[in-house]
């Protein structure tokens, strides 16, 4: 579309109908090179975004496992506590491995951006 609007507006401007149709032609398989170029361009973009996509949703789905198995052991260790101060020690330890987990997604999401 922009190079029928580029063509189109070449008969507006007498100083460029002056061009051999030779020049013409090569502008206009100039720019078609480049619409081309710029399209693989943007797929190779697309593939690499998808990549990096894949990468992150492992990632999500790995926490995602370790915070099920850690939940599922707060569970167990709340489960065979035989009196209080043995579910303050559960708790404990689920808050402790909270508080490490805030740090190392903090520390993560500052080397990215």
């Not at 032609?25 to 894949?54: H, I, M, P, R, Y």
């Not at 939940?71 to 065979?80: D, L, V």
Request: glycine share 8%; aromatic share 4%; proline share 1%.
């Amino acid at each position: 579309m922009l190079i029928l609007g580029i063509i189109a507006g070449v008969q507006h401007y007498p100083e460029i109908t002056g061009f051999k149709e030779n020049k013409m032609k090569q502008l206009v398989a100039g720019l078609v090179a480049l619409t081309f170029l710029n399209t693989a361009s943007l797929l190779a973009d697309d593939k690499s975004k998808e990549g990096k996509f894949e990468e992150h949703k492992a990632h999500a789905l790995k926490r995602v496992e370790e915070r099920m198995a850690k939940m599922t052991e707060h569970k167990n260790c709340i489960a065979a506590a035989t009196n209080h101060e043995g579910m303050k020690a559960c708790h404990e330890r689920m808050k402790e491995w909270m508080k490490s987990q805030m740090k190392e997604h903090k520390g993560h999401d500052e080397h990215e951006g």
